[in-house]
């Protein structure tokens, strides 16, 4: 069965430094989604993207965020200046193959630590 | 943001039995619902979804009840099993909207099967 890929794993960071996170969706997937998850926290959204742009983006996607699909596979986040809070599982997810209302498949996500 | 609430932390059932996970939503623009499972170091795997034009949905052991005058869901598992044993979670969104998907997940419910 296709599935989301992530990488790294884990990516540990000094704070202030940039990270960029790694996702492969499933590749006839249209829509593409970052979440993350406090340790101890829900899942939260962050932001969806569709058609190369930004579709929606949470209060958390500020401007130290971004995305992007640089190619035909890959689809990245990258956060330019790390703060300590930004430490979280993140999980990539993708969906849709032309009809929009199919559930999002996660990747097993990237374990951001920043110290 | 508590638009979606697990207010179970924990679940044990034995082998066998029924599972019944609950769920509770305040937004009542979501229509559409899903459940997700969750083992450690994986990112959460779809199980069952449903739309609110329905009020129950079956795919082998796992039954979604949605109730919406009450703003409920709940996940059935019968039998069971096991290798059940993971988080489960529940997660709403506005199919019919603008927000291209942007998944609103509870908190998370335990499920332990004892053999």
């Known amino acids: 069965e296709p599935e989301v890929t992530q990488t790294p794993s884990h990516q540990v960071t000094q704070m202030g430094q940039e990270v960029i996170l790694r996702c492969v969706p499933i590749?006839?997937?249209?829509?593409f989604y970052w979440y993350r998850q406090i340790l101890g926290q829900k899942v939260e959204f962050l932001v969806s993207f569709y058609n190369n742009e930004i579709s929606e983006k949470s209060e958390i996607f500020d401007d130290q965020f971004s995305v992007e699909r640089p190619d035909g596979s890959n689809f990245t986040l990258k956060i330019r200046s790390t703060k300590l809070e930004d430490s979280a599982m993140y999980f990539c997810?993708?969906?849709?193959?032309?009809?929009?209302?199919?559930?999002?498949?996660f990747g097993d996500g990237t374990r951001l630590s920043i110290l | 943001d508590q638009q979606v609430k697990q207010n179970s932390p924990s679940l044990s059932v034995q082998e066998g039995r029924i599972s019944i996970l609950n769920c509770d939503y305040t937004n009542s623009m979501f229509d559409y619902f899903l459940w997700y499972k969750k083992y450690p170091a994986e990112g959460p795997t779809f199980l069952i979804s449903i739309s609110s034009i329905k009020d129950k949905n079956e795919d082998g052991r796992f039954t979604v009840f949605l109730n919406k005058s009450a703003k409920h869901l709940s996940l059935h598992i019968v039998p069971s099993q096991p290798g059940d044993s993971a988080v489960y979670f529940c997660?709403?969104?506005?199919?019919?909207?603008?927000?291209?998907?942007?998944?609103?997940f509870g908190q998370g419910t335990i499920l332990t099967v004892h053999p």
């Open positions: 997660a709403g969104y506005n199919a019919g909207g603008t927000s291209y998907g942007k998944l609103t």
């Open positions: 997810a993708s969906s849709g193959d032309g009809n929009f209302n199919q559930p999002q498949h």
């Open positions: 590749s006839n997937h249209l829509y």
